[in-house]
């Protein structure tokens, strides 16, 4: 059983051939490649990604344009269905700027550009994105974002941790995220946003593959490859 998945690119998405190329090495199988305009998403999709990059020039919030694009109607509505939805970096900050994660990703606490690999812990090993790791385990994944300091209320953090959906959390001091969150799953567990980005470490020739089982896990547990 093949593996259908989209990478959708924005203007001024920058990973998203990083992503694509991940999908297609990890399933075997090249991802459709959607436009943000495009009102309607390929039909059958196991998974949809949302990659890093300065959707819009990151003008008014990171995300806020990209995420009123027409192809975020169909994208949401495929997430409310049960569709997988992965977003890194200007992804995860499209996912919550359309409602479909918590929170919202602010400039770094630093007031500087962060490009460089950082330690992260897998906090929820249970997920379809994160079943590949082992609770607790630390891995390196490289970041490169200005605008990746994850904030929510105390009452919405409290929420995120008691259920269960903090994917990853940084294991140093990297952008001033709240509880140093990396990562946050929706309460279905289908859609999950993070800073870090997996794609860059897949193989060793990219200095790691640390990135490799999020992808790994997510084939393997929608078709069983």
Same mark, same amino acid.
């Given at each position: ?5 989209? &990478? ?8 998203? =051939? !990083?992503?694509?190329? @991940?999908? +297609? /090495? ?34 008014? =919030?990171?995300?806020?344009?990209? @995420? =009123? ?15 997988? &939805? ?17 929170? @919202?990703? #602010? ?11 950082? $330690?992260?812990?897998? +906090? ?7 079943? *590949? ?6 891995? &390196? ?19 995120? +941790?008691? !259920?269960?959906?903090? @994917? ?7 952008? *001033?995220?709240? =509880?140093?969150?990396? $990562? &946050? ?7 999950? $946003?993070?800073?870090?980005?997996? +794609? ?13 089982? #999020?992808?790994?896990?997510?084939? /393997? ?5």
């Amino acid at each position: 059983m093949s593996f259908r998945s989209a &990478v959708i690119t924005f203007p001024g998405s920058n990973c998203d =051939r !990083d992503m694509a190329d @991940a999908l +297609e /090495k990890v399933s075997g199988t090249a991802p459709h490649r959607v436009w943000h305009g495009d009102a309607d998403l390929p039909s059958g999709l196991d998974f949809i990604a949302l990659p890093g990059g300065f959707s819009y020039g990151d003008y008014l =919030r990171s995300g806020a344009m990209a @995420a =009123r694009s027409p192809v975020m109607q169909s994208v949401v509505a495929a997430a409310n269905r049960g569709v997988p &939805v992965l977003g890194v970096c200007n992804g995860f900050q499209v996912l919550t700027e359309s409602g479909l994660l918590p929170g @919202a990703l #602010l400039r770094n606490a630093c007031i500087t550009f962060v490009c460089r690999e950082v $330690g992260l812990r897998v +906090e929820n090993s249970q997920s379809l994105f994160t079943a *590949g790791y082992a609770q607790g385990q630390e891995i &390196v994944i490289p970041v490169a974002h200005h605008d990746g300091n994850y904030f929510a209320d105390d009452a919405t953090l409290d929420r995120l +941790e008691g !259920d269960g959906r903090v @994917a990853f959390r940084y294991t140093e001091e990297v952008n *001033g995220s709240a =509880r140093q969150i990396a $990562g &946050v799953l929706n309460a279905s567990g289908n859609v999950l $946003g993070m800073m870090p980005h997996p +794609e860059r470490m897949i193989e060793p020739e990219q200095g790691g593959t640390d990135g490799r089982a #999020l992808f790994e896990s997510a084939v /393997k547990g929608l078709v069983g490859a």
